[in-house]
Nanobody, 119 residues
Framework: QVQLVESGGGLVQSGGSLRLSCAAS????????MGWYRQAPGKQRELVAG???????KYADSVKGRFTISTGNAKNTVFLQMNSLKPEDTAVYYC?????????????WGQGTQVTVSS
């Protein structure tokens, strides 16, 4: 069973930093995309940062220069270093993977971790 376990969310003051971690286990397919999305109350879920097939890395314009996505030494782990946090970064952050195997596509989401930035 594929599981994505996230950690690292919390409450921080504006200008502070947090580091999110995601570890995927039980993965039986090749991962094409891996990254982070977020959803604020009343808003649609949006891409924050991710690795995509072909080797590209994408960031939301609103986080460029402040957030950094990286992978760990352990297989299927991804991190999100968030610096200079702003109140508008407040959201539930979700880890996401997409993969393909024998013509089938697999999409998995983590349970989400709350990030709250106070002004």
């Amino acid at each position: 069973q594929v599981q994505l376990v996230e950690s690292g969310g919390g409450l921080v003051q504006s200008g502070g930093s947090l580091r999110l971690s995601c570890a995927a286990s039980g993965v039986f397919f090749s991962i094409n995309d891996m990254g982070w999305y977020r959803q604020a109350p009343g808003k649609q879920r949006e891409l924050v940062a991710g690795y995509f097939s072909g080797g590209s890395i994408k960031y939301a314009d609103s986080v460029k220069g402040r957030f950094t996505i990286s992978t760990g030494n352990a297989k299927n782990t991804v991190f999100l270093q968030m610096n200079s946090l702003k109140p508008e970064d407040t959201a539930v952050y979700y880890c996401h993977i997409l993969g393909r195997d024998f013509g089938r596509e697999y999409v998995y989401w983590g349970q989400g971790t709350q990030v709250t930035v106070s002004s």
